[in-house]
């Protein structure tokens, strides 16, 4: 299994891309530090740099990066799925 995911802490809910992700895949992530983090089997395409989930988010959670909230699921986000702007809104200027 190839590492494909970044993670500042393995409490995190999602993880950084560091390839482009294809559905299918099975990714391993490590941390910053190169702690295995766990892995996600991918479900959407999910472009470099980009955040994926690392579990299931159910709608209305606070999303967990760099072990703080960055945002809320405005929508419920399955395991391997692209997190963006589409299914998360950002708590930062609310």
Same mark, same amino acid.
């Given at each position: 299994?190839?590492?494909?995911?970044?993670? @500042?802490?393995?409490?995190?809910?999602?993880?950084? *891309?560091?390839?482009?992700? *294809?559905?299918?895949?099975?990714?391993?992530?490590? $941390?910053? /530090?190169?702690?295995?983090?766990?892995?996600?089997?991918?479900? /959407?395409?999910?472009?470099?740099? @980009?955040?994926?989930?690392?579990?299931?988010?159910?709608?209305?959670? /606070?999303?967990?990066?760099?072990?703080? $909230?960055?945002?809320? *699921?405005?929508? *419920?986000?399955?395991?391997?799925? @692209?997190?963006?702007?589409?299914?998360?809104?950002?708590?930062?200027?609310?």
């Amino acid at each position: 299994m190839q590492h494909g995911v970044l993670m @500042h802490k393995v409490e995190d809910d999602v993880g950084v *891309a560091v390839v482009d992700l *294809a559905p299918g895949m099975e990714m391993q992530a490590v $941390t910053v /530090e190169g702690q295995p983090a766990g892995s996600v089997k991918v479900v /959407e395409e999910v472009p470099l740099g @980009h955040k994926v989930a690392m579990r299931d988010i159910p709608k209305g959670k /606070e999303v967990i990066k760099y072990g703080r $909230t960055i945002g809320r *699921a405005v929508q *419920a986000i399955l395991a391997g799925s @692209h997190v963006h702007i589409h299914n998360l809104k950002s708590m930062r200027w609310v």
